[in-house]
């Protein structure tokens, strides 16, 4: 079946604008995950979605950030007032749901903020 | 607090060689899950392995091999008979059952050249 799949590959904005990146996870997987990937920071959890519960968001950077998930499948990650160093790839992972079954990683969103 | 430590930023190795990648790992959970990713030059994270901390047993598939240590809290990573398309960077994780909801602790990654 499909993997997960991530919107736009490459966003290009600047300072100060807003940016949304889209995630579509693995049918069927009530589990979703956002990860970021920096050259200084290495891969950085940011957010946890499962099922209805309310989402774990302990690794979100600022209050700049933030997600959703509607209807318990695609996911959306905004960043308001975007900042150079904001600048990465964005990666979503899925998995069933269960605690720590196996997470397949989208194919990521490369943001650069000028 | 947990943590996953790769001491091995890059390695280099000439094809046929056989090749091993680090990981300790510290975490304070009794059960939880080690794994291991391949990010090959196109950028996507590639599943490897998931191991539990109840299963000491290596594992083989094909040319890879995993060791997992308990007493040393490492999970370390074989090739055998390296070949290029094994050119990539691979990263160990950790998830905690406990008290982390499963969400991936990852090692700083490893960057694997296979030489011709």
């Known amino acids: 079946g499909a993997g997960v799949s991530q919107s736009p590959s490459n966003k290009v904005t600047e300072k100060g604008k807003d940016v949304e990146l889209r995630c579509d996870p693995i049918s069927g997987h009530t589990a979703l995950y956002w990860y970021r990937q920096s050259l200084g920071q290495g891969l950085e959890f940011l957010i946890y979605f499962q099922g209805n519960s309310a989402p774990d968001k302990s690794g979100l950077p600022s209050d700049r950030f933030s997600a959703e998930r509607t209807g318990g499948s695609v996911s959306t990650l905004t960043i308001q007032r975007t900042q150079q160093e904001d600048s990465a790839v964005y990666l979503c992972?899925?998995?069933?749901?269960?605690?720590?079954?196996?997470?397949?990683f989208g194919p990521g969103t490369r943001l650069t903020v000028l | 607090a947990q943590k996953v430590t790769q001491a091995q930023t890059e390695i280099s190795v000439v094809e046929k060689e056989d090749v091993t990648l680090d990981c300790v790992y510290e975490t304070r959970d009794t059960t939880y899950y080690l794994f291991w990713y391949k990010q090959p030059p196109s950028g996507e994270l590639v599943f490897l392995i998931r191991r539990n901390s109840f299963d000491e047993q290596n594992e083989i598939s094909g040319r890879y091999s995993w060791n997992f240590q308990k007493s040393t809290s490492s999970f370390n990573f074989t090739i055998t008979a390296s070949q290029v398309v094994d050119s990539a960077v691979y990263f160990c994780?950790?998830?905690?059952?406990?008290?982390?909801?499963?969400?991936?602790?990852f090692g700083q990654g490893t960057e694997l050249s296979v030489k011709p």
């Open positions: 992972a899925s998995s069933r749901g269960g605690a720590a079954d196996t997470q397949y």
């Open positions: 994780a950790l998830s905690g059952v406990d008290n982390q909801g499963g969400k991936l602790i």
